[in-house]
């Protein structure tokens, strides 16, 4: 079992910048591929980001690259999102979620753990 608690979310304006970490437990952290994923109300859960488990490659959706950095602290178990450059349309639940696997998954059936989710409400 992995426990995934995401911290961090709050409300912003927009072209503001907001960091959420997401802290593991329960098993070897590096062990686990890390995906970021929102869901804005009435939408379906979509993915923002995901980064291996070693931190070495990471992967983002088009609508926050370059915007978006996924980054991760194997010591601390916990991975980061940092978000710049936000933008109202950003407004949603993010949530982290582990995979243990070296291959690259987007869809949210595809991860295994997750955490209870952080709202980011970004205002215009």
């Known amino acids: 079992q992995v426990q995934l608690v995401e911290s961090g979310g709050g409300l912003v304006q927009a072209g503001g910048s907001l960091t959420l970490s997401c802290a593991a437990s329960g098993r070897t952290f590096s062990d686990y591929a890390m995906g970021w994923f929102r869901q804005a109300p009435g939408k379906e859960r979509e993915f923002v980001g995901r980064?291996?488990?070693?931190?070495?490659?990471?992967l983002y959706a088009d609508s926050v690259k370059g915007r978006f950095t996924i980054s991760r602290d194997n010591a601390k178990s916990t991975v980061y999102l940092l978000m710049d450059s936000l933008k109202p349309e950003d407004t949603a639940v993010y949530y982290c979620a582990a995979k243990k696997s070296i291959l690259v998954f987007t869809t949210p059936g595809s991860y295994d753990y997750w955490g209870q989710g952080t709202q980011v409400t970004v205002s215009s």
């Open positions: 980064i291996s488990g070693s931190g070495g490659r990471s």
